[in-house]
């Protein structure tokens, strides 16, 4: 008999049930498998009901952000061999609302993402035809950490500010606002200023770091809001004692 | 604000499909543009592109020579005057996507730096480490997030094409987290979905490549062109079939046979040397390397493991630094996946596939036949790549076509008058059809799963590197009868909310139309050229197959070939000559 | 133009799961920042403390010997060294952090971490040193 384990997974069918429930399944165990291709084992032999997102399997595209035995994880991303002998808990990500099994809604995040403006701001855009705005490579590593954010959100789902306080703008828009500050060719710092000082901004943060402890792709937004929080405090001062100074 | 209608739609949220909307929000500020797609944007599949995109701006490159490697490397079967125009503002796209943030690694002066890559004389592909995708698509992303004019239809999935008037008006989408099913009206169409990795069993593919676009334009009536060429990658790991970029090759890697040996050089690739030589050897055209490892294993030189045959691809040689350096992501890729570090062990390959040359036919404007139908990306076929795209090509090609394709349409879009009446019955018999032949059906005995298998077997018997008549034949008939057996589908999910059940039935009916294209046009092609080979018609028939192969759907579902003419502007066709 | 099916769609209901207000006991990341928040409570007790004494020095002599008598009470010194304990968590995790908000670029390369927290401890030994030397030469 080849070895098996216990998957148990959330279900939540809104049009049957006002809570999420548990079921548990019994799939095979393999060396190589991920969490998602017991998922889609399920799926495909046990149960074609089973909810859940994935698209790249390579840990790119972020979709299959779930909670793996209570710490958030990337399913694609994550061996089965490290749960042995099991039972392996699959639950939908925190501090979001569930709308089907372990499908999250994201609409919260999207509209974060458009507020800190993540998008190059100039005064005076150059033509394409004149060529490129030139920018060393110890610029770019200037930024370059935090470019990498995949949209996972795993971040939120660790951080719990946002669980207590769902206003809060988050890691992973945060972060993602303080590489467009850090790109010299971006102008727009003052401007996204504004937006993160406010009481949702970066001062919510209290530094627990739990975001980037789980983030798949070493980001380290928390690193970003600390540094955000000492620009922009220094900013501040120096606003106060240089009033006409300031860029 | 009317959720249902807009002015031009613009179907899939990738590289194509978001600088399309650009350009349609920046040409025509005043049209109404939407993007519906069915994951968020930046799950697309343009995220998982590694290597780079190409476009000539090293003082000893031209355009002509980013020309001719393009022509020579789809073996002539590329339209000449879409290629000229694609080199052409490749450059100037590039530099756009510059200017929107996207971080290319850069000279140690500032400037962009290019990188060698597979077929190509000079070296043109700009990148961003080893992720270039991930990073065109999210600084797409995030610059359309400036316009407001775009508006998005986040995780909506489009099942019909809505036709009438002899134009195509709008779609059929169901919302997914409500299952509410309705129709969105536009004045002209942009489909932007991608290729159809996921009809093989093994791809590099994500689970979302499942040519919905493709299949939708054919069943509303416009032709899919040169479906048989399908690309295989010849770096991909055993079991995932996860990528492991060519850049793994341009930077120095070496393909290495059972014995050690770099067995590229028998096969009139060149000579090995110790440092890369641009269009020889490993950078030579992915074709032919795929090629070379289908015959590696006739002659039993290759590795045999769990997941079948492999031959090893060895960087070690590169060392430490340049591996962090260019490609970390390889590293990471390869310690996760395979449990090896490529630094100390060489990496465990296989051709897989990964890109579909064919596609929905356009003009180099990005219109179908269709009036209101444009396509562009991956999912159209131009054609730029003819019968073998050249790595980094593609990259810039979603940013070209994209831009094209988006100005094409708003000016369509402008001209027009608004929705036809008669669309609403249209939108009522699909939301019936979808009732009754999914979510409200009783009885039926197949499983999705089982069909799903049983396709990805036919098509990796028959549409494999070298294909034959009679398993061609036979795989059409095994693919009409698979038609035949998905009518009796049953699905265990009939909830509205978020059934991805009822989104993998349709993704399924998607693949089975695609992959019968594919099919009959590898059947009815009898000769070789660039990735589709004939064991029994090994050489290249300039004579009878100088032209590109159109599937139209005929009345009983399946596919019937035509053929249309190449374009030749100033390179006649002639031999393609790698390591010399 | 939606289509309005022959009967009414279950309108799906988002389940929003209540944060429990016993959420920091759940992992011991969480609880070890509940801590560390806590230590703030520690030292606004010392800052009292010492604002206590310079008031007593004012007084004169008297009163500030009363004031060192009362430090020297059972009730005061397990006060002091819980309260010293926390500082020093405080002063751990605050070193131990301080390069994710500082970053420190030298001729382009970023400093690493391991230097900014060594140089903070070495800082914070020297100074302690200093006032060390400084309380003990006068006995």
Redesign the interface.
Same mark, same amino acid.
């Given at each position: 008999m080849p070895p098996t384990v216990a998957l148990t997974v959330t279900r939540y069918r809104p049009e049957r049930e006002s809570e999420p429930t548990r079921q548990t399944y019994e799939i095979p165990y393999r060396k190589d498998w991920v969490v998602l291709d017991a998922l889609n084992h399920v799926k495909d032999n046990l149960d074609g009901s089973l909810s859940f997102r994935w698209s790249c399997r390579m840990g790119v595209c972020g979709s299959c952000g779930m909670k793996v035995n209570g710490t958030p994880k990337l399913t694609c991303a994550t061996f089965l061999s490290d749960y042995m002998p099991g039972p392996i808990r699959v639950e939908p990500l925190d501090y979001f609302p569930v709308v089907r099994d372990l499908v999250v809604d994201l609409t919260d995040f999207m509209r974060k993402l458009k507020q800190v403006k993540p998008w190059i701001i100039r005064k005076e855009e150059k033509a394409p035809a004149e060529g490129e705005y030139l920018q060393t490579p110890d610029q770019l590593d200037t930024y370059k950490q935090f470019s990498m954010c995949i949209n996972c959100m795993l971040c939120y789902s660790a951080c719990p500010i946002y669980g207590l306080e769902p206003s809060f703008i988050g890691p992973a828009a945060i972060a993602l606002a303080q590489r467009y500050n850090m790109d010299s060719r971006d102008e727009g710092k003052a401007e996204r200023l504004k937006i993160l000082s406010e009481h949702d901004g970066i001062w919510q943060c209290t530094f627990v770091g739990e975001c980037t402890k789980v983030c798949p792709k070493h980001v380290d937004p928390a690193g970003a809001i600390q540094q955000y929080k000492l620009t922009s405090a220094t900013d501040w001062v120096k606003s106060l004692l240089l009033p006409w100074g300031t860029r | 604000m009317d959720l249902c209608t807009c002015d031009v739609l613009v179907v899939g949220g990738g590289g194509a499909g978001l600088r399309a909307a650009i350009a349609v929000a920046e040409t025509h500020p005043k049209l109404r543009v939407a993007v519906i797609s069915k994951v968020y944007p930046m799950r697309s599949h343009t995220v998982s592109a590694e290597g780079g995109a190409a476009a000539a701006i090293k003082a000893e490159d031209s355009l002509d020579a980013h020309a001719y490697d393009t022509i020579s490397g789809g073996d002539w079967l590329s339209d000449q005057d879409a290629v000229e125009a694609f080199v052409r503002e490749a450059p100037e796209e590039m530099l756009r996507l510059e200017h929107w943030g996207c971080p290319w690694t850069r000279e140690p002066d500032g400037h962009i730096a290019v990188r060698p890559f597979g077929g190509m004389k000079i070296e043109r592909t700009w990148f961003a480490a080893d992720k270039t995708g991930f990073h065109l698509l999210h600084t797409l992303f995030q610059t359309t997030l400036k316009y407001d004019a775009i508006q998005r239809y986040d995780e909506w999935f489009v099942t019909k094409l809505l036709v009438e008037d002899g134009r195509c008006q709008g779609v059929v989408a169901i919302e997914l987290t409500t299952g509410n099913i309705q129709a969105i009206t536009a004045k002209a169409l942009i489909l932007c979905t991608g290729g159809c990795g996921k009809v093989f069993p093994f791809t590099t593919n994500a689970n979302i490549k499942n040519g919905d676009g493709m299949a939708l334009a054919y069943r509303a009536g416009a032709p899919l062109k040169d479906m048989e060429f399908v690309q295989y990658h010849p770096t991909g790991l055993p079991f995932t079939g996860i990528l492991i970029t060519e850049a793994a090759r341009s930077e120095g890697g070496w393909l290495l046979n059972k014995d050690g040996y770099r067995y590229l050089q028998d096969y009139d690739l060149g000579k090995p040397t110790p440092k890369p030589v641009l269009r020889s050897m490993e950078l030579g055209p992915r074709d032919r390397l795929s090629q070379c490892f289908v015959k590696e294993q006739e002659k039993g030189r290759t590795l045999e493991g769990p997941y079948g045959h492999y031959v090893h691809l060895d960087i070690r040689h590169l060392g430490e630094k340049l591996i962090d350096t260019k490609l970390p992501f390889v590293r990471e890729l390869c310690l996760k996946y395979v449990g090896i570090d490529p630094v100390k062990e060489m990496i465990p390959v296989r051709p897989v596939v990964h890109y579909m040359m064919g596609g929905i036919h356009t003009d180099i404007h990005g219109a179908t036949p269709l009036p209101g139908l444009y396509a562009a990306g991956e999912a159209a076929c131009v054609s730029i790549n003819g019968a073998n795209r050249l790595g980094s090509n593609s990259l810039t090609e979603i940013l070209v076509f994209g831009a094209r394709a988006g100005q094409a349409a708003a000016g369509f879009a402008a001209e027009q008058p608004g929705a036809s009446p008669a669309l609403a019955a249209q939108a009522q018999d699909e939301y019936r059809r979808l009732e009754e032949s999914f979510l409200r059906k009783s009885g039926g005995k197949e499983r999705i799963a089982t069909l799903r298998a049983d396709m990805h077997q036919i098509m990796e018997e028959s549409a494999g590197i070298y294909r034959t008549e009679l398993v061609l034949k036979e795989a059409a008939g095994k693919l009409k009868r698979l038609q035949e057996r998905f009518q009796d589908l049953s699905l265990d999910d009939n909830s509205y909310t978020f059934n991805t059940e009822l989104t993998a039935a349709l993704e399924l009916s998607y693949m089975l139309d695609v992959g019968q294209s594919i099919i009959q046009s590898a059947l009815e092609r009898r000769e070789s050229r660039g990735s589709h080979q004939r064991a029994d018609y090994p050489q290249r028939d300039d004579e009878r197959f100088l032209a590109h192969s159109l599937a139209y759907r005929a009345a009983d579902g399946a596919p019937r070939i035509e053929y249309g003419p190449v374009t030749i502007t100033r390179w006649p066709p002639g031999k393609r000559v790698y390591g010399r | 133009? @939606?289509?309005e099916?022959p009967y009414t769609? *279950?309108?799906? !209901?988002? *389940? &929003? &799961?209540r944060?429990s207000v016993w959420?920091?006991l759940q /992992?011991r @990341? *969480?609880t070890g920042?509940v801590l560390r928040?806590l230590t703030s409570v520690f030292v606004a007790f010392f800052a009292m403390v010492y604002l206590w004494q310079l008031h007593a020095l004012t007084q004169g002599p008297e009163a500030y010997g009363q004031f060192l008598a009362r430090l020297r009470t059972p009730l005061f010194l397990a006060l002091d060294t819980i309260a010293f304990l926390f500082v020093l968590f405080h002063a751990i995790t605050w070193f131990n952090?301080t390069p994710?908000?500082?970053?420190v !670029?030298l001729r382009? /390369? &970023?400093v690493p971490d391991w230097v900014i927290v060594g140089l903070n401890y070495a800082a914070w030994l020297a100074l302690s040193g200093v006032v060390a030397f400084m309380l003990l030469r006068g006995r």
């Open positions: - | - | 133009m @939606s289509i099916p769609l *279950y309108h799906p !209901r988002w *389940y &929003r &799961r944060v959420w920091w /992992k @990341s *969480y920042f928040e952090l994710k908000a500082m970053v !670029r382009g /390369k &970023r």
